[in-house]
């Protein structure tokens, strides 16, 4: 999975570069959001003169999956002290979420939890820096004919295959991501999180209808 990280972060380097932030402003933005999408939209919405207040709301309202992610993690991780959560909820992404509620649901975990998520975070948060740096350093000078973004969607696409386990999962999966295209227009950039929403959604409304069938057998 972490090659498809590296042309990613390279998509966020260069796109801070283009809007016209400094290169340790780009690097900077690595540190502190470390959050794919919404780097590239902070950089687009710096680079079109937005007011900070909506630069820094646009990043929260992107980011609100960050909060059904956590929910998901809390019976596993939520009873460590702060002194644990901060940072594990700092290395928090997309695929540390896959890759450890996974573990965690459906796999063995020897040892505390917090130290097979760690394993699974750090090093994607370490490639993403180096691969920001590496973007940053080459600025504009990547041809766009090379569509670096293109890993993305494949790097989702092998983390949600092994999740696809039974038929609520499946209907989430569906929903969801019909859900996101039907609304990649919508304001604020909030078709992911309606996605989202909408998959959790019917995936649970899906597995009471199964279990009420069950029990009506």
Do not use: C
């Not at 991501?177 to 609304?183: C, D, E, P, Y």
């Amino acid at each position: 999975m972490l090659p498809g990280v590296v042309p990613f972060g390279m998509t966020a380097g260069i796109a801070a570069v283009e809007a016209g932030l400094e290169p340790a402003l780009g690097l900077a933005m690595s540190v502190i959001i470390f959050a794919g999408a919404s780097q590239l939209v902070v950089a687009q919405l710096i680079g079109e003169g937005a007011l900070p207040l909506i630069v820094v709301l646009t990043a929260l309202l992107i980011n609100l999956r960050m909060v059904m992610y956590s929910a998901s993690l809390a019976p596993h991780l939520g009873h460590l002290p702060l002194r644990w959560t901060a940072p594990l909820s700092y290395l928090l992404t997309d695929q540390a979420y896959a890759i450890s509620i996974t573990r965690f649901t459906y796999g063995r975990t020897h040892g505390p939890k917090q130290f097979f998520y760690i394993g699974a975070a750090f090093p994607i948060w370490a490639v993403w820096l180096i691969a920001t740096a590496f973007g940053v350093w080459l600025g504009a000078a990547i041809p766009a004919s090379w569509q670096v973004g293109f890993a993305l969607p494949l790097v989702f696409l092998v983390l949600l295959v092994p999740v696809l386990r039974d038929r609520p999962s499946i209907i989430a999966a569906l929903v969801g991501g019909g859900v996101a295209i039907l609304a990649h227009e919508a304001p604020y950039h909030l078709g992911l999180t309606i996605g989202g929403l909408s998959g959790v959604a019917s995936g649970v409304i899906a597995e009471m209808a199964l279990k009420r069938r069950g029990e009506n057998r």
